[in-house]
Every structure is written in structure tokens, then in C-alpha cells.
């Protein structure tokens, strides 16, 4: 869309408009197309149930005793075929089997079985219908039924409702194309009223965008041409009162500052001649070269200037050509002494690198003991920590032996309370044995039983006790070896002690020994660094001696070079030595 020219976007604004127009059109079809669905439904529902209120009325007169029931069936059959609403629309009663009861237009169908009546797409739609009634009580069914008068059958919605006490189905249809009639007739209207609408859009968008576009155009011509170098003709829109007339007057101010940058490149080209001039004879050599009057306006003060430089430049030649003896005869002087400087320079490092590889060796005589140090303290930490191990589980022994113990005592107190049960169960059963022997020959099987829970009563006593004694000299042992390991923590606490004490010691002599490995190394670091230092400055020497050499030389090449420039008159005579150089 961005590359499209203005009148294309603005025509772009009518065709999204001629789409919105046209989506507007579908959707208000499709819901007209379903109001009116629902419309139908609605009317048709309110008709079958006025009909329903019909046979409801006469059942009720069968109620009363006013009718028969067929009196009441015929009354009521009667009422709903001459029933008519929306002009032709009808209602048919047939019943739940189905058989068709009443029929307003085809009266041949009246008594007929429906159930094997189908439409023009083979639907037994009858059947439909009933079970519908049965299912449901009432609802919609579309299906294809001929209109009167008409062989061709056309597809209808209809709505059925029961009426339970007779067992009937009462129901009434709307052809669809009735429907599709009313929508294609609104489609009509609205499609007329919808190019009526894109029509008027697009010939505001057509004259619109000529009105824009031609001036643009007309505007972006001329600032082609301005940009060709047209300066003469004129500037079409400036008399316009709306941006474009406002990009006009801003052509006609780029227009003029064309001009006024033409003049000035003109001008311009003669200063860089004039310039260029003063600088190809500065370049071959010749200072005395002046531009004097040549320029004017604002570039005077740009000749005045040049010819200042070439002044300076003039005097600045004769001063070097002045001091290029006096940088020679100063060279060769540095050059003797740099010599001089080299030499005693070169012993000086000798004498600290022989320092410095004396003092390697102290320095890793030193670290060697610190590091032996380090690892008799990384030792002694690690036996502590050992040590401090075997207290952590003398200690952790020493609690499971007080749970061992406090164990036993619960179990001495259980095994009291076994021996009390037995007790207990042993008098019951000499009780029991007692009361059997009264019984007589009753009791007899008794007593045996309480004799042998006596028995049994006994053995779990003497058990007991057995058991009981046997936990008292384990909870006695387990006192003793709670002793013994609470001894052997106390002396492993004490070795702890002591191998904290060494381990200290040791720390301070592998902190000490660490101490004097780093004073060595710094005191090491620093002779290094003065040999290093020394070593640059008799590189610095020897550098020095060859840049006095190579200025000596420069000197003599600097005087050859300021022979070709041709100095003035005036500076010439304040050099006397320059004819003989």
C-alpha cells in the first residue's frame, strides 16, 4: 500500500468502503434471514396452540357431560377446518397411530394410514411427527408437501402438538419459499439502496482525489525540474490556500536558495582558483608567493590570511635552515655520551642478575619449608578432626548404651507386670479348681481345664522370673560398658587437647615460614624488576644512541631539503652560511 500514489489510496478508501458496504449487506441479510425464521416459528407456534385451545375447549364440554366424545371430536374437527390464518395457512389433525383424522385440502387423505405416507424425498414424515408428540409433546419438522393447486412438491416447516386425552396430533405448516420470497425482496432493496451508496463514494472518491493528486503532481514536476537545475520557471499552487499550497512556497524558497547557492558555487570556484594557484607554487618550492589583492567580498580576508601563512612558513624555513647546523654538532655530542652511558649500563645489569638468581634460590630453599609446614598443619588438622570423630562417636555410643539400658528397665517392668498376670491367672485357676470340685461330676472337665491354665500360669511365671533375672545382669553389664566408654571419651577429649595444641604450633611455624617465602619473593620481585629496568634502560641507551646517529643524519637530509625552497630576498640575506652549505 505504500507504494500506491495518493489518488490510488484515496480510490483505496472507496473500495474498503465498497466491501464494508457489501459485508454489511451479508450479514444483515443472514439476520433477517433468521428474524424472520424465528418470526415464522414463533407465529406458527401460537397458531397451532390457538388451535390446541380449540379442541381443549370441547374436551372440556365431554368434561361436563355437555357432549359425547364424538360429538365433541366431530365439533371440534369441524371448527379447526374452517380455520384459516395468514390468508391460506391451515391446520390438519391426525392421530398418534397415525392415521389421518382431518385434512382441509386434501379431504381424500381423511381416515387414511400414514404410516407409510412419504414425501417427495421419501420421508415419512407423519411418523415424524408422532413420535415427536410422543417424545417431545410438540415441535418442528421440515419435510416437502405440495402447495394447493400445484403437483410439484415445495419444502415446508411445520409445527405439531399433541393433544394427550384424545391422543391427536394437531399441526400446521409455512412454505419456505414464502420466506426466501420476503429475504429476496429485502435483498433487493438492499442491494439497490448499498450501489447506490458505492456509486456516491466513489465519485467523491474520484473527484477528491483529482482534486489532490493534479496539484501534488503538477508540485512534484516542478521539483523535478528545480532539481535538473530549472531555476527560471515558476512555482505552479502558490496562490492555494492548503498544504499544497504551502509545499509551493516552500518550492520556491528551495528555488531561491538554488539560485543564491548557484552564485555562491561560482564565486566559490574562483577562490579555489585563485587558492589552488597560490598553493602549486607553495608546492614547488617557492615561499615568496603571494595572492595579494585577487580576491574580494567575503573571501578578502581568505587571501589575506593566506599570504600570512606563507610569511610564517617563510620564516619558519629560515629558522629551521638556521638551526639545522646547531642539531648536528648536538647529536653528535649525545651520540658520545649515550656510548659512554651503554657501557656502564650493561655492568650494572650483570651485577643485579647474579643478585637475583642468588636470591632465587634462598627463596625456594624458604618455600620448600613452608610448604613442608603447610602439610604438617593440613595433617594435624586432618588427626584432630579425626579425634574429634571418635569422641563424636564414643559419645553417640555412650547414649545408645543408656537406650539399651533404659530398654532393659522397661522390659524388667514388663516382665514384672507378665509375673503379676500369672499370679493372678494361677489363683483364678485354683479357684476355678475349687468350684469345679463342688460341682461334682459336673465340674470335672472344668477343673482339668483349670488345672492345666494352673499349670500353664505357673510356667509363664517361672519364665518370667528367668527372664527377668537375666535382664537385670544385661542391664548390669550395659552399666559397665557405659562406664568404660565414657573413660575412653575423656581420654580421646584429652588427646583432642593435645593435638590442638600442636596444631598450632604448627600453623605458627608454617605462617612464619610462609611469611619470610613472601618477604623473599618480593625482595626477589623487586631485584628482578631492577634488572628488568636496567636492562630497558640500556636498551634506552643503545636506543638513544642510534636515534642521535639517525638525527645526526636527519640534520644533513633536512638541510638538502630546505636548499629547494626559494626563500625571500630578505630572509635570504640573514643567512650567511647558506651559499657555502
Known sequence: MLQLKVRGRINLIGVVAALGLITLLCISLFHLSSVMH???????????????????HYHDEEVAGRMTRAEAQRAALGTLKTM???????FWVNDLHPTMLMHPTKPEMNGTDLNNYRDATGRTHFVEMAQIVKTKGAGFLSYHWSKPGQKEAQPKLSYVAGFAPWGWVIGSGVFIDRINGAIFDAALYLSALALAVMLLVAFCAYRIGRSISLPVEAVAGRMRSLAAGDTASAIPGRDRHDEVGEMAQALETFRDTAIVAAEREAEQQRVVEVVGGGLAALAKGHLDARIGDSLTGSFRKLGSDFDSAMGALNDAMRAVVASTGGIRDGASDISSASDDLSRRTEQQAASLEETAAALDEITATVRSTATGAAQANVTMAATRGDAEEGVRIVRQAVEAMGGIKRASDEIADIISVIDGIAFQTNLLALNAGVEAARAGDAGKGFAVVASEVRALAQRSANAASDVKSRILASGNQVEIGVDLVGETGEALERIVGRIAEIAGLVATIAKGADEQSSGLQQVNIAVSEMDSVTQQNAAMVEESTAAARGLADQAAALA??????????????????????
Open 38 to 56: 424465528r418470526d415464522i416459528e414463533r407465529s406458527t407456534r401460537q397458531a397451532v396452540e390457538a388451535a390446541r385451545s380449540v379442541v381443549v
Open 560 to 581: 638538502q631539503h630546505v636548499d629547494r625552497f626559494q626563500l625571500s630576498a630578505e630572509a635570504r640575506r640573514t643567512l650567511p652560511f647558506r651559499a657555502a652549505a
Open 84 to 90: 384459516r390464518y395468514d390468508g391460506t395457512e391451515y
